[in-house]
Structure formats: structure tokens, C-alpha cells
């Protein structure tokens, strides 16, 4: 986020006619509260959906008919500087309300939980990272920034950038996986797609402003390691793990120009996220340099009550204000108590400036100022939607798609074959779309069943059960007649990941395995398609199912996406951003992991389970294609300012495909604890039916440290190792001995 010097002085020129209570109504965020209009109270309601008595779609309908209270008064009284909000009809009507009718006509800012597309709903994070592709990511975020500026939101609470190692926690689907190097590119390529509109003119004739939105990179900071994956729950760790693992897709978002953060429920180390001056302040704010503000999570200030943390209301505003928290989300804390907390000296004068010129600085750079207002051409852009945004997202759709096993190759089926399609998660169009979007419209959404008979596919959908379905012999029975093979259709519903959706246990819910079973002991093939939003336990799966394919929720085109996959129109590419257990009692997993001084082994006092292995059923990285690759001759090239790390790869079968190549680290010897790899690039390379090609990553040494406990980067000389392969458990490796 760059401001011209007009765009500053402009800013300086405003904050200083502003009164104290206006610059605190500029850090007051207004959510909407329901008011009613629902035949059914709100509880009672969300048990209807949790229960699967209304769809998704139904309780998404009543939601957006309910009555609502926008707090006009407020807003025009100057005390109110952002609105939650997805409705351009009121947008315009509130915006109007600010700018024409407050003293100084500052406008509102909007915004809004965009997490993975807006009305194109593209594939979850956690699939989305599994692309290995940043110019993926920096697309896909910034069609979901002009969609939904068409509709007044400039502001998206986005991108969800916790590094996530326990798939108990719900979220993990909302982030992109376990790999801090991964996050990191994922996290700044979001920043690019959302806010880079900002610098250059749109070559489909919409107006520049119309291209990009504000970013909101989240939840700042450690959410993802959330004690045993249970929501809102505490978090310790040290500082070096801190810097080195949850804190470098802040750090890379940041420098790729962040407009804004949001700070996590959590408390880190015993101080609430929300409180947290070491993080906002010295980190976020003075090390890393955010140029744009902070804002709570939904009534986090509130909740340091209930932390203990803080005594009460006044006590709560006191300390977030103070900490380096620029915004307030949900609760009027602010608004109520930071007048009295600046008369009291108990807040100074430049901690309420300097919030205000930073929310300011936002929506100047937005030009909230000179464009308060959306067109009616605007709000209907995309009331159809064009051709371009369906493409990209079935794109991003196939590209996250992984293959986990073929055995039999069995994949790709062909279109002649009679196929029984299985599982009630199959037939619906609601729950290919996953956690965290809002926007997408029915019309819009291909389900599984739907990508067949687009495919063409000689299919019979049969229920037989499904993650909150009961078993039913007889369509199973009907399915195994019908089919020349089954292709089954297993995993979780939408509601069992994202917020509020942490599981203790993490493997197909319901009776799903059980379905498995039984289709199993049909005799007819069986392919397995999974549809979730973690990282499941697989062992069973793992050890029973010869043929097995992740395919996530993938968003609006995931029907037609896995149809390409199934019947070989696509070969596969994808990989997985977290490692996938046997068993729930494995978590928290991931394969950078540091060393042990017992490895498991078969000597029994080694770091291992009694009951179950080590090792993931599925590593970090891994995925399979239609075709295998092999590696070999890995060579290092040492420069000044780098290394430069060549292994040959080689298509061994007979169909084209893309391999993603990966480059890992490992810093043998050090005065920390190191991981045993740690990724440190990737590429990918097409290559034809038999074709070898050599693949080059360069390792730059400035990047080659770690951070110690005091926060301080280090390089240290000494025995490194580096590997290359497709996936984070077949490398090839070259030690070196590295003097920096
Ligand atoms: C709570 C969630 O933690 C956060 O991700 C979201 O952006 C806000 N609520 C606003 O809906």
C-alpha cells in the first residue's frame, strides 16, 4: 500500500480538523447486528442448519432477508469509520449517510469475509496451496477483489495465512497448510492479486479503483497452533519458533505491502493476540513496518475480559489501544471508552493519531474519497458471471487436486464404463464450496454428479450414505448392479470445518468407513474421491482403498474439475500443504519437524508410538500423476551470493504431465534444534512422454538462517544438506560444508 505525497497531505490536512471523538468513531467497526425477521429465533436457527435440517443455502437466505440494525445515527454522528457489510443497495445508502450527511464526510469503509472467492467461489487454502502456484493465488485473489468492489466491499478479510500443523483445528482449511516457506509465497501472492490493481490501469476498460481492494492478512498471530486444535484456545511457544514458523507469512505479506491485519483470538505465550504489544506494536508495526492498520477479531477486546486480563471495558480499550490495535471489530468498546481513557492520560493522544491516520491512510489509498459511491452498472457487472471467472475457477480447481493412490491404475476411467456414483456429498451442489464463503449463488455451483454428466459419463447417482447419513443396503446393492465401477464420494460436510468446527477425532465421519467397507466387498472396482477440509486420518484408507483421490472443496467448478481428473482429461499436478496421519493421535504432524535425539527407529527407546507409525499415511509435498517422474544426478553450485542446486527429471510414462519440483534445507549442525528439511523453493516442469529435463532452484545464503530466541536472524557455518524430489519424503541429497 504506497499513498502519493498528495494522498498523505491530504490525510495530515483531514486528522488535523478532526475531534478526538471523530478519530475514535475511525477505529470503531460496525457489524450489523441481526434484529429479527426470522420465523424462528437465531439459535434456534443455527441448530436447524447445524442439525442439517435447513441447507446451507437456506440458512445463507434467511440470513441475508433478516433485519438488520446499521446504526445510522452513528454513522452520522462521525462515530462509526467501518461497516461489515455485503449489500450495495445499502452500501450506497449508508455511504451516503457519511459522506453527506457527517461534519467532516469521511467515508466508510466496507468489509467483508473474502476468503476464497467471492461470487466465483475458487478451491478452500489449504487445496489452493496444494497448487504450488502463486500466479494462481495472486489471480484467483484478484478476481475475487473485483467482483466484490462491484458490490461496495473495498476491504477483504483476507488472506488467512496461519501456518496450521493440527488438523483437529477446523481452520486449518481456511490457511494454507504447515509450511511456513509455502504460507510465505501463498500469503504475499494474495497481497499482489488483492491490492496490486491499485498501480496500473485494467485492461477491460473498468475503472482502476474497481481493481483492487484492501488486504486484511490473518489471524496475527499463532491461531494455527491453538492447544489440541480446539478453537479460541490458548497458545505457548518460544521465540524462536514463533519467528521461524507462524510469524514469516506475516513478515512476506507485510513486504509485499499489507494494507491491514487482523489480529487472532488467541492469547500467545499468556497475552491475548488482541493485547499483544510485542506482536503489533514492536513486530508487526516497528520491525516489519505495516503501513495500514490493525483490527480486532469479532469482540476479541471485549473477551480479554474473559482472558482475565483485562478488569473490565475500560481496562479492555486501555490495553488494545495502547498494544498497537488500531480497530475495534463488533463490540463499541471504543467508542465508549477511549474518550475518557485520553482524559484520564491513560491513552496518549498520539496512540488515537496514529490509529486514525493509519485507517485514513486505507481508505485514501482505496479512493473511498473521490469514489464513495458504486453504479448501478457496477452492482450487475457480474450478475451473469463471464466466461474468464468460471475458466480460472475451474483452473485453480484442477490444479488442486491430488492424486494419493492408483494401485491399480484404474485412473482414468473411461467415458464408456457405467459408473455408480456413491455417497450423498456426491449429488450436492452446496457442500463442493467449503467454509468461509457467502457470495456464491446456486446457479453458479457444478456438484460432483453434475461434472460427470457434463463429462458425458454413463452415471447413476445412488446415495448409500454419506458423512451424516445413515447406510442403505439396498441402494448399495443397486449401485454394485448398476456400475462397472463405483467411484464413491466421502468426507465432511462444509459445517465440520472453518470456525467452530474443531474435531477430536479426525477420520471420515459418520459411517463413511463403513460405507467404504461394503462397497469394498461389492467386488467392482472402487475409486474414492474425498471432499473435506483437513488433513483426515487415513490410515484405514490408506492400507484399504487402492485407488484414492483429495479432492478438497473445490469451489463452484468442482464437479466439472474432477470429472477432468477421472476420466484423464487432466493429469493431475497437485500436492498436498499438509501431511495427512493415520491416526488422530499423530497430530500435531508435519514433516518439518525438528531433530530428535532418539529418531525413530526400531530400537525401542526411540521417539515413536507403541500403536502407531511415525510417519504420515500421506507426507507433506506428496501427490501423484498419470505418469512418474524420475530424479536424478543432483549437483550443487556454489556463487558468492548463493547455491544452486540441478537435479535431471525425467517423464517415465507415456502421458504428459507437471511435476512440482521441491528444494529442501536441513542445517545439520546449530546452536538451535533445526528441522529435519524445511522447504526452501519449488518450480514446476512440463514434460512429454519420455522427455528428461534438468531443473534448477537457487538457494540465496541470505535466506539460508534462522531466528534465535532473542528474534534475532542468524547464519551459522558449518554441514547443511540439500535435497530435491517431488515431495518432502523422496529427495535426492547433497551434503555441503557452508561457510557464510
Ligand atoms: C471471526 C473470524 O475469526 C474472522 O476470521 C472473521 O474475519 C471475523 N470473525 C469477521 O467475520
Same mark, same amino acid.
Not at 493440527?166 to 482449511?173: E, F, K
Not at 491430488?402 to 493412490?405: A, M, P, R, S
Not at 451442489?429 to 446457479?443: N, T
Given at each position: 500500500m504506497q499513498l502519493t505525497p498528495l494522498q498523505q497531505k491530504r490525510v495530515d490536512e483531514l486528522l488535523a480538523k478532526m475531534t478526538l471523538e471523530e478519530k475514535i468513531g475511525q477505529m470503531n467497526q460496525l457489524s450489523p447486528s441481526l434484529v429479527g425477521g426470522f420465523d424462528v429465533s437465531f439459535e434456534e436457527l443455527i441448530e436447524m442448519a447445524m442439525d442439517g435440517k435447513i441447507s446451507q443455502e437456506e440458512l445463507h437466505q434467511k440470513f441475508e432477508n433478516a433485519e438488520r440494525d446499521y446504526q445510522e445515527d452513528n454513522i452520522r454522528a462521525g462515530l462509526i469509520g467501518c461497516v461489515m457489510l455485503q449489500d450495495p443497495g445499502k452500501y450506497n445508502e449508508l455511504q451516503k449517510i457519511a459522506v453527506e450527511e457527517s461534519r467532516l464526510g469521511i467515508p466508510l469503509i466496507i468489509g467483508f469475509d473474502v476468503i476464497h472467492g467471492y461470487r466465483s467461489v475458487y478451491p478452500i487454502a489449504l487445496a489452493e496451496a496444494g497448487a504450488f502456484d502463486p500466479d494462481l493465488f495472486r489471480r484467483t485473489a484478484h478476481m475475487a477483489a473485483k467482483e466484490s468492489r462491484t458490490q461496495g466491499i473495498s476491504w477483504h478479510f483476507a488472506p488467512m495465512i496461519d501456518v496450521g500443523r493440527? +488438523? #483437529? /483445528?477446523? #481452520?486449518? +482449511?481456511e490457511g494454507p497448510g504447515e509450511d511456513p516457506y509455502l504460507a510465505s509465497r501463498f500469503a504475499e501472492a494474495k497481497i499482489h492479486g488483492l491490492?496490486?490493481?491499485?498501480y496500473e490501469d485494467a485492461k477491460d476498460g473498468t475503472e482502476r479503483r474497481e481493481n483492487y481492494v484492501a488486504a486484511c492478512m490473518k489471524h496475527y498471530v499463532a491461531y494455527g497452533a491453538a492447544e489440541s486444535g480446539r478453537d479460541y484456545n490458548t497458545t505457548s511457544m518460544s521465540i524462536s519458533q514463533l519467528h521461524n514458523v507462524y510469524l514469516p507469512p506475516f513478515k512476506a505479506a507485510t513486504e509485499a505491502g499489507a494494507a491491514s491485519a487482523m489480529a487472532s483470538f488467541n492469547d500467545l505465550n499468556g497475552v491475548p493476540c488482541t493485547v499483544n504489544e510485542y506482536t503489533l506494536r514492536r513486530t508487526l508495526k516497528e520491525r516489519y513496518g505495516l503501513k495500514g492498520f490493525v483490527v480486532s477479531d469479532a469482540n476479541a477486546i471485549r473477551e480479554c475480559i474473559d482472558h482475565g486480563i483485562a478488569a473490565d471495558r475500560y481496562d479492555a480499550a486501555r490495553q488494545a489501544a495502547n498494544a498497537g490495535m488500531d480497530m475495534d471489530m463488533g463490540t463499541s468498546i471504543y467508542i465508549e471508552e477511549l474518550k475518557n481513557a485520553v482524559e484520564r492520560g491513560d491513552v496518549s493522544m498520539e496512540v488515537i493519531d496514529e490509529a486514525a491516520r493509519r485507517i485514513l491512510s486505507v481508505k485514501m489509498w482505496l479512493d473511498l474519497f473521490d469514489h464513495p459511491y458504486i453504479t448501478e452498472e457496477a452492482m450487475h457487472r457480474y450478475d451473469k458471471l463471464p466466461q474468464e471467472h468460471v475458466a480460472l475457477t475451474l483452473e485453480a480447481a484442477k490444479k488442486s487436486i491430488? @492424486? @494419493? *493412490?492408483n494401485d491399480e491404475k484404474v485412473l482414468p476411467l473411461k467415458k464408456d464404463q457405467k459408473i455408480s456414483l456413491v455417497g450423498s456429498l456426491a449429488a450436492s451442489?452446496? !457442500?463442493?464450496?467449503?467454509? /468461509?464463503?457467502?457470495? /456464491? *449463488?446456486? !446457479?453458479d455451483c457444478v456438484s460432483i454428479l453434475d461434472g460427470f454428466k457434463n463429462a458425458g459419463a454413463d452415471v447413476k447417482y445412488f446415495a448409500c450414505g454419506g458423512p451424516d447419513r445413515e447406510i442403505n443396503d439396498d441402494e448399495i446393492a443397486q449401485a454394485a448392479s448398476f456400475g462397472d465401477v463405483i467411484v464413491a464420494v466421502v468426507g465432511e460436510t462444509t459445517a465440520m470445518s472453518g470456525e467452530a468446527a474443531s474435531r477430536a477425532d479426525t477420520t471420515l465421519p459418520g459411517k463413511q468407513r463403513e460405507l467404504l467397507e461394503k462397497l469394498l466387498a461389492t467386488g467392482k472396482p472402487v475409486v474414492t474421491i474425498l471432499m473435506n477440509g483437513r488433513a483426515l486420518a487415513l490410515g484405514w484408507e490408506a492400507e484399504n482403498l487402492p485407488t484414492l483421490i483429495e479432492g478438497w472443496q473445490l469451489g463452484i467448478q468442482m464437479g466439472n474439475a474432477i470429472a477432468s481428473v477421472v476420466f484423464g482429461d487432466y493429469n493431475p499436478t497437485g500436492k498436498l500443504a499438509a501431511s495427512f496421519p493415520y491416526v488422530t493421535g499423530q497430530l500435531p504432524i508435519y514433516y518439518n519437524h525438528t531433530s530428535t535425539g532418539r529418531p525413530a527407529g526400531k530400537f525401542k527407546f526411540t521417539s515413536k508410538y507403541i500403536d502407531a507409525p $511415525? !510417519?504420515?499415511a500421506f507426507p507433506f509435498g506428496y501427490g501423484l500423476s498419470y505418469t512418474t517422474y524420475q530424479y536424478s544426478d543432483l549437483t550443487v553450485e556454489e556463487s558468492v551470493e548463493a547455491f544452486t542446486a540441478k537435479v535431471k527429471v525425467k517423464n517415465a510414462g507415456n502421458v504428459a504431465g507437471t511435476e512440482t519440483v521441491q528444494l529442501y534445507m536441513q542445517?545439520? $549442525?546449530?546452536s538451535l534444534v533445526r528441522p529435519v528439511k524445511e522447504l526452501k523453493g519449488f518450480t514446476k516442469v512440463a514434460l512429454a512422454p519420455g522427455e528428461e529435463k534438468e531443473v534448477a532452484l537457487t538457494l540465496k545464503k541470505a535466506d539460508m538462517g534462522f531466528y534465535n530466541n532473542d528474534g534475532e536472524y542468524v547464519r551459522e557455518d558449518g554441514k547443511f544438506r540439500l535435497f530435491m524430489g517431488g515431495s518432502s519424503a523422496e529427495t535426492l541429497m547433497q551434503e555441503l560444508d557452508v561457510r557464510f
Open positions: 493440527d +488438523s #483437529r /483445528w477446523g #481452520r486449518v +482449511s491490492q496490486d490493481g491499485a491430488v @492424486l @494419493l *493412490k451442489p452446496s !457442500e463442493i464450496i467449503g467454509a /468461509w464463503a457467502m457470495s /456464491w *449463488k446456486g !446457479e $511415525t !510417519e504420515p542445517d545439520v $549442525t546449530a
